[in-house]
Every structure is written in C-alpha cells, then in structure tokens.
Nanobody, 123 residues
Framework: QVQLVETGGGLVQAGGSLRLSCAASGGTFSYYNMAWFRQAPGIEREFVALITWLGTSTFYTDSLKGRFTISRDNAKNTVYLQMNSLKPEDTGVYYC????????????????WGQGTQVTVSS
C-alpha cells in the first residue's frame, strides 16, 4: 500500500513562490506516474501536472504552463511541484497522486492519493 504525504503548502502573497513536496512510502515509487491535482472551494478537483515514472516526460494543464514545474527524485521517493508567480486563483488544496503503469492520465483515475496541502495566495 503506497502512502503519499504532501508538505510545503502555506500562505503566500501574489507573485510569490512555493515548492510542494510529496513523499511516497510503501511501494516502488519509480513504477508510478505521479501527478498533482488541486481543488478550490466549490470547484471540482482539477489536474495540474504529471510526470512519468522515469521523469522523462511532463504534462501540464495549459493555463499553468510556464509558472509551475513538476519534478521527481526517485532516489528520495519524492515528487515536487515548484509554483512561481502565484495568483489568488491558485488558492486551493493541492493533492499528490500516484498511478501504476505508463499510461498518461489527466483525470482523477489514480490509485493513491495524499491528504492534501493547503495553498493560499493573498492579493
């Protein structure tokens, strides 16, 4: 059973940066494609970014390209989300998710989820 724990959320002013981390345990991390999703109050959970199991490919929701960067360190069983030039509309709970296998999936069809970390961007 894979467990995912996100850290790094917090309160930041618009234009600032945050780096989220997601530490995995209990499985073979390098076998999983990893993704970040986010959910704002009253809004469906939305895809943010994905990185394939070897870290060779990344995918982003179009509106976030250029501001957010996903990366992973398989030696540390950790995936990261660097968020720059943050905007108030980036506020929400950010979730890390893992999916076994090579298929690139940008919907919420993931096998494992973290508990989420709150990101609040003030204007």
């Amino acid at each position: 059973q894979v467990q995912l724990v996100e850290t790094g959320g917090g309160l930041v002013q618009a234009g600032g940066s945050l780096r989220l981390s997601c530490a995995a345990s209990g499985g073979t991390f390098s076998y999983y494609n990893m993704a970040w999703f986010r959910q704002a109050p009253g809004i469906e959970r939305e895809f943010v970014a994905l990185i394939t199991w070897l870290g060779t490919s990344t995918f982003y929701t179009d509106s976030l390209k250029g501001r957010f960067t996903i990366s992973r360190d398989n030696a540390k069983n950790t995936v990261y989300l660097q968020m720059n030039s943050l905007k108030p509309e980036d506020t929400g709970v950010y979730y890390c998710a893992g999916r076994r296998g090579p298929k690139v999936v940008t919907t919420a069809e993931y096998d494992y989820w973290g508990q989420g970390t709150q990101v609040t961007v003030s204007s």
